[in-house]
């Protein structure tokens, strides 16, 4: 239906203005209040609240906590937080920090909804912090979520060790620096879908994840996307996206 | 199981060596014959045969169709092949030829059997051969496809009059060369899982496709992976791995 | 207005549905027929219509031509149109071709209605290409349009020569590759807004144009913006819109 | 007139000396004192006095300040002044300092003598500082200027919502990091001239505002002009003279 | 023999547990405790144990340490130690730390049994932290070797003046910054092997290193292969590996 | 004198015109009918006429040939002539075309007038193209010029065997692809100044020649300076500018 | 011994003038005759005569096949020589081509001298070119050579099925494009030194190998070195000089 | 003569030692003492020592300046040197800090002993440090210096008024940072030999000083060469070889 139809039917009755509305559900209100908070994000998209706290003051943080839970949305994520920054959090809701991840969670984590595992593969001890925010993000978006570190193709044997595990997850999540090798060795393993997130680990030639992305992008094997370097966040909205594919009967 | 127990067990009968085999699908026997064709990918892996034919001479190709044939395998996609090429092949199954896509199918596209709907959205009308590889693979890989073409950005009506068909699919795939803007705008407007091709198409400063595969990996918008420049047979391969989740009862 | 109030005055009646749909101007109906054609672009952008011809088929030009003159668009630009593509073309529709700029113009040239002229300076014979298709382009979109070549900065003085019409012109457009010095020293010399293309002329580290297209960016002068490299269209576009500015009675 | 006839109508009397150097406006006399600032500029460009705080000392910048005075310019603008040299500002003029943009304004803002109003729009809340150095210098330069803030493609209602302020502008400038994927939209929803900023804001593969960069120089809409990564100021002075045309009657 | 053929040998008895496990040297037991140590590396590759220092705390490095002597490995490496992390380290086992090369190596240097000498040339003092990286991680992995610094390709004979040092390595490894002409220079003048290692001393263009990585590259002498910027670590693991060679009767 | 008095004197007549124009010798009158052609760059800057034939037809270089004639210039280089190309030359005066050097001179060359010999290097045989455009251009431009090719540092001795012939140059220009190491060694060996011209021989990581530019200009010998990828031509007119010093009594 | 003490030596008469020159090994006689072949080289560096046919006319490299002649050379490798050239050739000393490596050898294969075996690994059929240019020459260097074709790690045990072959090489050579992920993992299963071949494969984001070079040289496994991409010849010479160390007794 | 006929004729006795030394002039003597100093160079190139202060501490600074001393060298110039360095310097020898150019000299400046002038111009006041190292260092070896600061092209007057002191230097180094357009406009209006420095000062796409090194490599004057980025010690020592050419009677 067009949006001239949609005009027309709402002015003939045929459509109340609830239904045109929420056939119009990318279109929402207009933003009112204190920095244009997306109060319909999670309709629209199905993604949890996220405050990205990168470059946000403690102030401007804690002020956006406030709006969101005056329109009584009370579990939120926050991402990008460093401790010190954590320190300034001031919020009489219940939240939890989690240093390896650097971020945050009001209001708990969810129970899992999803339709299997996400499985979170990191090459070394040194991706710690992106393997973090990956998994503990999609927990925060209704995920189960295993874990298996310090994996890297240097030493095979430690990945194939955990063949049954790669063959049990219903997504699969890469997390990996330098030669991003690992990558392609479990998208060959697997028919899940891979995500894979290059990281800035490693100094020189890997000019700052580059050498990992590039890698990533050109994997020989078929089955895997790639998102930011470093970016956990969003390797894990993209797991919950497919875990929580909208399967029909 | 590790390997020494599997061993054990192995010695001592409680596993029978075929039962052996199957927990090891990963390390199958010994390749024989012909280019080290991997006789057990589609087993292992879950997708099709796949030829890839840039590079290959259409002796070579029509070599590997034999000895997959031989294999009892007659379902097969040869992809980045020139309708030149195509010219070449000397096959006598049956197959067809989409110059579109510059890809051949031989035994016939599969009937669909995944969970929903793989929409295959493009910017211009100068993307269509990548659009159609990826479109035609899926297929291919038993994915019901849907096409949305020439919906850039610049005209932002043009896609907002799908707006349905968005919400509908159960996974998205935008391929976009220039700006790359349409994967940003299609992800903040769904709930499912997007794919984003970068495509080549442009001039100077998208130096090969790189501006569109640099915005795509900074989309703005979470829940979007990516693959490599014009790389449509990736995206479907992750879109078919995707659309093929497995679900637990 | 948002857009839930546009509903209920239409539901109201206060607003008649033509009323909506101009207010909706960027929304316009769902396209139909061959290659989802804009139809609105030109109301709701002032620019007239564009074919980029750049790859497209003969055919494909010719299909799209008559779809648009279906529709009474009969002023049609055609870029990136090479002479031997050009001998394809098969409308009875008057058109010139030019093939200094490889561009064609279907329906000739409008009478300038902007605020004043647009100069188009280039800094080498090399750059002509691009030239011209700036100034066609800007002629196309009802410019008057000054032409002025081979004044690159090392011969300062055939420059500062044109000292008079540099102060004249509403709007400059340098065309300059290599060290697109061009731009930054028109730029100082003058109080009219200056629009920089820098061009791939050259070899070696100009890296297909890059060499120019960061010293435009990084232009000692402000007052200048940049468009891609080799994109003499993109900047007509631009000096036309400003050209056309509304000016507030 | 070529400068020999200059000459010659200098000698034969047709032309005093002062006319003479009216004509020759771009080469005003040898610089004298301290710093060898530019006293004809705003003659000859049309734009106010400009100090570029980045790498001076307070010293240094109070010392140009004291030059300017002294040749009765006490309208002066300040960029990149962070808020710790700010406190090294000893002019005895009255000024303001906007730690927002991190810039100073001696002497006040000018009411707006332009034709019509530059709106100024960010995608986010952390390209605030770019925003607001935009902003207030277009402000410095005699222009009406409108923010529109936080309305990137992730959430398209917000930039929707604001449909008509984008149809009401003369001139926009377009701030975003990232993808700058609202740079191609917004040029595609109107038809004034854009200017597109791209923020260093982002990570990993934004590369400093290299993905913003490139997406906004292949902008798939025609329309827009890019300016150096971060450069606020460039934009602004761009949209001035823009929206200062010279307008023929 | 492949893995079907061993599990029946396993199977009938004609191979023990332990040979099969024997000839599955790259698939070792599954990891237990503490970080994923990887116990069978030194069997695998000979390659000693080594920390990667770089990223992980004092009490991380003493955890390791812990993990490692309780598996009676006591002879460890590890670099990317700076002096202040060093001050953190508890271990009660013998150990010492080599300022000069940033790292620390517990159990004392071994005998050298290698086939002859690594020669570690530097081109100038300030690569000396990878020099020494090098020299003495080719010391931990029971090399002997020789160091020849500052000996740049500006003042050629005091490189010549070391002609015969030249000809008597076994392996060479070569740590030269900016141009890397070192590399090609002494890779023309002997028979042995050289190992490059770019530096990112150096500024402007030298871009952290890639201009003496690519110089390194395309050396014009055959002979030579080149490891990571500021890699000696890796340079001393290759030279290692090679003085090591497996030689046949 | 700044213009004003310059003016001033000019009307009190106390420096005639011409005298005024010789002065202004940078600012000649305006150009004349066909192409702008420099006629006073000689006069300038000392170089003789140039015509670059990159990107120009046949006819257009025998226009501009004829239009010099016509203004008695009749002794000019034309550079990046290919064969096919000089085969449309038709000029009646004499000329001579350099098919190593890709290049043609009218009027033959001059007699050397430099101070000292201008000492062409190259690294290999590959290199030819651009040694031999330097080397003549060098000659026409009225200088006397050695050769000394296919001297790379692979080979050292083969440098080292002309040690004096590089004592003896005035200038020496080094043309070098791949690593380019010789300019960094030549410069090492001298105390002339050193122009070093980086070419696009090689493949892979050479990048066209990048790696040779990066290594130039990184060289760790001072004394050198580096023109563009395979600009011969540069290299000559920076050399003969050197050589042609202007030398106080 | 430096050169001042030498030519003392050699005057005194206690170094006769024959000796001098062995101990001068690097600095041999001025060359003569046709293109300066490095007459030497062999009896310094170990190398075969080589004749890089890549830019060279057949005439020049049958020029220098017959000045190799005369001075007593007959065995010689001539590479990157196109089937095409390769017709040119005209020699009358016996000869063969080997179109799939793209090289012609003189004189015949040598009978292998080398400690151990070199292994050529590649990761897919499209790397045969690359992979051959490093058997065949490593051959041509007096070396038994092994081939390990198509072991991509996107179907890893391929490669597992080839441990044992792994395992007895003295020397490895890892050729493979796209990702360059096999490097990595075959670095990890052995102890021989390896040495990595980025190939040129692929397409987008491979940007003509650097994927698989800057993978390659950030390997999470260390005793791997890389060279040029695409350069067999590079790494075969590499693996010669370690395959013939120089072993003391 | 070659190697052999110099030691047959050092047999002989026709020739002294001295005599072979001093034609061996590139050949010194074996280094002796702290860090290889290389006490030939001035002999050998012409050029004053020069300790390279960056990544150096004082107390290898003073090490150094005591060895020197200790062969007599007592004129020294210390680049590189930050004002904190500098305080840790503890020579007994007279010597100077220079802060603007972040150098010291011991001993004095020289005479001047040049052909002319070296004029050192450039872009703006931000680039202070990097003229004042070129200017300063050009005194130090030798030459009579002029500075023209601040005469960036943005107003071309400014430098258009210093047309005279252009066309008198010797010798000019620009230092233009950002677009580097100075180094083409000044090349354009003299004819002496132009060394262009590029500076890192810029932000966004100038990425460190890229975008002027490569207009200023790729400027459409010719007679100009380029050193790296910031590196106004490599312009001088270029300018001083060239101020000190030999000029033969």
């Given at each position: 239906m067009d949006i001239k139809e949609l005009l027309e039917e709402v002015k003939s009755g045929s459509?109340?203005?609830?239904?045109?509305?929420?056939?119009?559900?990318?279109?929402?209100?207009?933003?009112?209040g204190y920095a244009k908070i997306d109060l319909h994000r999670q309709v629209r998209t199905g993604a949890g609240e996220v405050i990205y706290g990168g470059g946000k003051?403690?102030?401007?943080?804690?002020?956006?906590?406030?709006?969101?839970?005056?329109?009584?949305?009370?579990?939120?994520?926050?991402?990008?937080?460093?401790?010190e920054k954590a320190d300034g959090i001031t919020t009489t809701l219940p939240w939890h920090y989690y240093p390896e991840g650097e971020l945050a969670v009001i209001g708990g984590m969810p129970r899992p909804n999803g339709h299997g595992t996400i499985l979170v593969i990191s090459a070394g001890t040194s991706d710690l912090?992106?393997?973090?925010?990956?998994?503990?993000?999609a927990q925060f978006?209704?995920?189960?979520?295993?874990?298996?570190?310090?994996?890297?193709?240097?030493?095979?044997h430690r990945l194939l060790a955990h063949f049954s595990e790669l063959q049990e997850a219903?997504?699969?999540?890469?997390?990996?620096?330098?030669?991003?090798?690992?990558?392609?060795?479990?998208?060959?393993?697997?028919?899940?879908?891979v995500i894979a997130v290059p990281t800035s680990i490693?100094?020189?030639?890997?000019?700052?994840?580059?050498?990992?992305?590039l890698a990533m992008?050109?994997?020989?094997?078929?089955?895997?996307?790639?998102?930011?370097?470093?970016?956990?966040?969003?390797?894990?909205?993209?797991?919950?996206?497919?875990?929580?594919?909208?399967?029909?009967?």
């Open positions: 459509l109340t203005i609830d239904e045109a509305r929420f056939s119009l559900k990318g279109f929402p209100y207009k933003d009112l003051s403690p102030e401007q943080i804690n002020g956006i906590i406030t709006a969101m839970a005056e329109n009584g949305q009370n579990n939120i994520l926050i991402t990008h937080l460093s401790a912090k992106v393997t973090e925010e990956a998994a503990l993000t978006l209704g995920n189960k979520v295993l874990r298996l570190n310090d994996v890297g193709v240097a030493g095979l219903a997504v699969i999540i890469v997390v990996a620096g330098m030669d991003g090798a690992l990558a392609s060795v479990v998208t060959g393993l697997v028919a899940a879908p490693g100094y020189g030639a890997s000019f700052g994840g580059l050498s990992a992305l992008l050109n994997s020989c094997a078929a089955g895997v996307a790639t998102v930011n370097i470093d970016n956990g966040f969003g390797a894990a909205m993209m797991a919950s996206r497919i875990n929580h594919l909208e399967v029909k009967k």
